[in-house]
Nanobody, 126 residues
Framework: QVQLVESGGGLVQAGGSLRLSCAASGRTFSSYAMGWFRQAPGKEREFVAA????????YYADSVKGRFTISRDYAKNTVDLQMNSLKPEDTAAYYC???????????????????WGQGTQVTVSS
């Protein structure tokens, strides 16, 4: 069983920055990737970014490219999401997720992830 705990959410003005962190524990073998998703009230959960543990290949949603950066610390089992130039439309609950293998749905699909954190709220005021 993998446990994921997010931290770093909060309230920020438009144009500001936040850094989210996700700490993973309970892993007995290396997973394939970790991702960040977000869900705003009344909307479906959407992909934000992902990174593979081995090789550190990154993936981003078009809406955050150039503003968000995902990174991982293999030794600490943490994945961070640096969010710059935040916009009000970035307001959502942000979730990190762990994906055990490459098999199955694409890396941007939430159905392809096996474990989820409890979420952290990000609110961007205009």
């Amino acid at each position: 069983q993998v446990q994921l705990v997010e931290s770093g959410g909060g309230l920020v003005q438009a144009g500001g920055s936040l850094r989210l962190s996700c700490a993973a524990s309970g892993r007995t073998f290396s997973s394939y990737a970790m991702g960040w998703f977000r869900q705003a009230p009344g909307k479906e959960r959407e992909f934000v970014a992902a990174i593979t543990w081995s090789g550190g290949r990154t993936y981003y949603a078009d809406s955050v490219k150039g503003r968000f950066t995902i990174s991982r610390d293999y030794a600490k089992n943490t994945v961070d999401l640096q969010m710059n130039s935040l916009k009000p439309e970035d307001t959502a609950a942000y979730y990190c997720a762990d994906r055990a293998t490459v098999v199955g749905a694409g890396i941007t699909a939430h159905s392809g992830y096996d474990y989820w954190g409890q979420g952290t709220q990000v609110t961007v005021s205009s």
